[in-house]
């Protein structure tokens, strides 16, 4: 009884110091990707707390800590730049995003994340991480935020002849404290916080004249129900769609790593539908929409959150430390949270890839550098999509490439008797062809191409050794095959291994067009026949 209840008690402690640590990692951040966003520091706080607390109660039993990321506060402020900076519209969009995420739990779409190739996942992640960096070079040299990459770099160029120089030092003075200190502090008090704390101190104590968060709201958002007619609904669409699919990423990329932590197995859809429903409610409050975060997550458990009480925990410790310190928050300068993104979109960037990027094949490093030129310089979710096609495409054309004929010429002792007395059925042969690899659309193709190099065969055993079905492509191409060789005047001795193959070709009348007589499913017994076949055929001659 004594044991169990220690068990209990060491359960709930390492809950509260996990909710504790994820908590002072999600502060700075938080309050960073807000004003990123262009809603504010506030709503990327409230956003944090409300969206952690309803995820955490509706979700998954592990620890899985939720708030604004990356790759959501850079969807989030490129909408908020192609709507013109309307708040109803964003507002909108979050809630379509959230309802979206309700219906991809209902469906089994959630299991394609799995079946993303990793250069598509890296491209787009360094890219998110370069995004970020971009973005915040402006505001460490103390001038305004903007959405778009290409607008920031075009602005740097001017604003470098207007250097704020307060905000200059404070930023480095951030970059210095987040990338140089030791891991030994950063395991127990985040870089990031300690950056915000000295920095923030000195800027006061020393009047430094930079841009500040000013004023943070410690009261609970107001509900707000975004207005709007149908036509604006389905113009919004695609935006929505595309924060419902990076925010439904986002979180199964969190939840593969935390079973991997936990050793666990979470349920998907009941990790998307809590996160629909927390996202939601951010539209319904005016605040910045999230999804599970994967370091806040991983401090958590490091620190020995076993349970969603964590996930709890981390929203009530950020509403205490928001009533508590909203006065300090309110000086933070904007270049403080400035070098912070540095260190986060830094931290983002796929360096593991990056030191094995030299052995990467051609057809990685092509779908990588697709994915990132299109993250940074366009669309996100055009990046992804664009990536995705070109890596299956790629992948076709290395099948379709492997796929290859492989003949070999059947020799009989009497046959090559009964050719030697008819010099003009010298020429009589059989063959027989394997179908090596898939034989799908991409392949089709080049098979039909080395088809027309079996002139001269009289009997042509084809093997077909795999037992997948055919696509409706590599149909009409076997379709083709056979009537060219038939063309030809070689007969034709299908070996096939599936059932399911034979009513295939049957329903498309493939099996009437070679002849019922000519299916077998061993090659020895094609063998057999074609054997006896040209020897009835060469003695009639004879």
Same mark, same amino acid.
């Given at each position: 009884?004594?044991?169990?209840?220690?068990?209990?008690?060491?359960?709930?402690?390492?809950?509260?110091?996990?909710?504790?640590?994820?908590?002072?990692?999600?502060?700075?951040?938080?309050?960073?990707?807000?004003?990123?966003?262009?809603?504010?520091?506030?709503?990327?706080?409230?956003?944090?707390?409300?969206?952690?607390?309803?995820?955490?109660?509706?979700?998954?039993?592990?620890?899985?800590?939720?708030?604004?990321?990356?790759?959501?506060?850079?969807?989030?402020?490129?909408?908020?730049?192609?709507?013109? /900076?309307? &708040? #109803?519209?964003?507002?909108?969009? $979050?809630? !379509? @995003?959230? *309802?979206?995420?309700?219906?991809?739990? +209902? %469906?089994?779409?959630?299991?394609?994340?799995?079946?993303?190739?990793?250069?598509?996942?890296?491209?787009?992640?360094?890219?998110?991480?370069?995004?970020?960096?971009?973005?915040?070079?402006?505001?460490?040299?103390?001038?305004?935020?903007?959405?778009?990459?290409?607008?920031?770099?075009?602005?740097?160029?001017?604003?470098?002849?207007?250097?704020?120089?307060?905000?200059?030092?404070?930023?480095?003075?951030?970059?210095?404290?987040?990338?140089?200190?030791?891991?030994?502090?950063?395991?127990?008090?985040?870089?990031?916080?300690?950056?915000?704390?000295?920095?923030?101190?000195?800027?006061?104590?020393?009047?430094?004249?930079?841009?500040?968060?000013?004023?943070?709201?410690?009261?609970?958002?107001?509900?707000?129900?975004?207005?709007?007619?149908?036509? /604006?609904? &389905? #113009?919004?669409?695609?935006?929505? $769609?595309? !924060? @419902?699919? *990076?925010?439904?990423?986002?979180?199964? +990329? %969190?939840?593969?790593?935390?079973?991997?932590?936990?050793?666990?197995?979470?349920?998907?859809?009941?990790?998307?539908?809590?996160?629909?429903?927390?996202?939601?409610?951010?539209?319904?409050?005016?605040?910045?929409?999230?999804?599970?975060?994967?370091?806040?997550?991983?401090?958590?458990?490091?620190?020995?959150?076993?349970?969603?009480?964590?996930?709890?925990?981390?929203?009530?410790?950020?509403?205490?430390?928001?009533?508590?310190?909203?006065?300090?928050?309110?000086?933070?300068?904007?270049?403080?949270?400035?070098?912070?993104?540095?260190?986060?979109?830094?931290?983002?960037?796929?360096?593991?890839?990056?030191?094995?990027?030299?052995?990467?094949?051609?057809?990685?490093?092509?779908?990588?550098?697709?994915?990132?030129?299109?993250?940074?310089?366009?669309?996100? &979710?055009?990046?992804?999509?664009?990536? $995705?096609? !070109? @890596?299956?495409?790629?992948?076709?054309?290395?099948?379709?490439?492997?796929?290859?004929?492989?003949?070999?010429?059947?020799?009989?002792?009497?046959?090559?008797?009964?050719?030697?007395?008819?010099?003009?059925?010298?020429?009589?042969?059989?063959?027989?062809?394997?179908?090596?690899?898939?034989?799908?659309?991409?392949?089709?193709?080049?098979?039909?191409?080395?088809?027309?190099?079996?002139?001269?065969?009289?009997?042509?055993?084809?093997?077909?050794?795999?037992?997948?079905?055919?696509?409706?492509?590599?149909?009409?191409?076997?379709?083709?095959?056979?009537?060219?060789?038939?063309?030809?005047?070689?007969?034709?001795?299908?070996?096939?291994?599936?059932?399911?193959?034979?009513?295939?070709?049957?329903?498309?009348?493939?099996?009437?067009?070679?002849?019922?007589?000519?299916?077998?499913?061993?090659?020895?017994?094609?063998?057999?026949?074609?054997?006896?076949?040209?020897?009835?055929?060469?003695?009639?001659?004879?």
């Amino acid at each position: 009884m004594i044991s169990t209840l220690k068990t209990k008690a060491e359960i709930f402690l390492g809950d509260i110091l996990g909710g504790l640590n994820s908590a002072i990692i999600a502060l700075p951040q938080a309050l960073a990707f807000g004003v990123a966003t262009g809603f504010g520091a506030g709503a990327g706080l409230w956003g944090a707390i409300i969206l952690c607390f309803i995820a955490g109660i509706l979700g998954t039993k592990t620890p899985m800590i939720s708030g604004i990321t990356g790759p959501a506060a850079i969807v989030t402020a490129s909408i908020m730049h192609a709507m013109g /900076q309307d &708040i #109803n519209s964003v507002i909108l969009i $979050i809630a !379509l @995003a959230g *309802i979206f995420q309700i219906i991809l739990s +209902l %469906t089994q779409l959630l299991s394609i994340v799995k079946y993303v190739p990793y250069p598509v996942i890296s491209g787009f992640m360094n890219g998110v991480g370069v995004i970020i960096i971009i973005l915040q070079i402006n505001p460490l040299i103390g001038h305004p935020t903007l959405s778009s990459t290409i607008e920031s770099i075009q602005k740097l160029f001017v604003n470098l002849g207007a250097i704020n120089y307060d905000a200059l030092i404070l930023g480095v003075l951030t970059l210095l404290i987040v990338f140089l200190m030791p891991k030994r502090v950063n395991k127990f008090i985040p870089s990031t916080v300690i950056a915000l704390i000295i920095c923030t101190f000195i800027s006061i104590n020393f009047g430094f004249n930079v841009d500040k968060i000013n004023a943070i709201s410690i009261d609970f958002p107001k509900f707000i129900l975004p207005h709007a007619t149908f036509a /604006q609904i &389905i #113009n919004n669409l695609q935006y929505a $769609i595309t !924060l @419902a699919v *990076i925010l439904s990423s986002e979180s199964l +990329l %969190t939840g593969l790593v935390c079973d991997s932590l936990t050793k666990s197995k979470n349920n998907p859809k009941h990790l998307i539908a809590a996160q629909g429903i927390g996202n939601i409610c951010c539209a319904l409050t005016g605040c910045v929409p999230g999804a599970a975060a994967t370091m806040r997550t991983v401090a958590a458990l490091k620190a020995g959150a076993t349970t969603k009480i964590a996930a709890i925990v981390s929203p009530i410790v950020l509403l205490l430390l928001l009533f508590k310190f909203s006065g300090f928050v309110a000086e933070i300068p904007l270049a403080v949270l400035a070098g912070i993104l540095i260190k986060i979109g830094y931290d983002i960037i796929d360096m593991k890839l990056l030191k094995v990027i030299k052995y990467a094949s051609k057809d990685d490093l092509c779908v990588l550098a697709v994915v990132f030129i299109l993250t940074v310089f366009y669309n996100l &979710i055009v990046a992804v999509g664009a990536g $995705i096609v !070109l @890596a299956a495409l790629l992948y076709a054309k290395k099948t379709a490439d492997s796929a290859k004929l492989v003949q070999k010429t059947v020799y009989d002792k009497e046959i090559i008797e009964l050719e030697r007395s008819l010099e003009h059925d010298y020429h009589h042969k059989i063959r027989v062809v394997h179908i090596d690899g898939q034989f799908f659309f991409g392949s089709a193709t080049q098979l039909i191409a080395q088809f027309d190099e079996l002139l001269g065969t009289k009997y042509l055993i084809l093997n077909y050794d795999v037992n997948d079905l055919l696509d409706i492509s590599a149909i009409f191409a076997f379709e083709d095959i056979v009537l060219r060789l038939k063309g030809q005047h070689i007969k034709i001795l299908l070996v096939i291994h599936d059932k399911r193959l034979y009513e295939q070709l049957e329903k498309h009348s493939i099996i009437k067009e070679i002849g019922e007589h000519h299916i077998f499913y061993s090659e020895i017994d094609a063998i057999d026949f074609a054997k006896n076949s040209l020897k009835k055929k060469l003695k009639r001659n004879k």
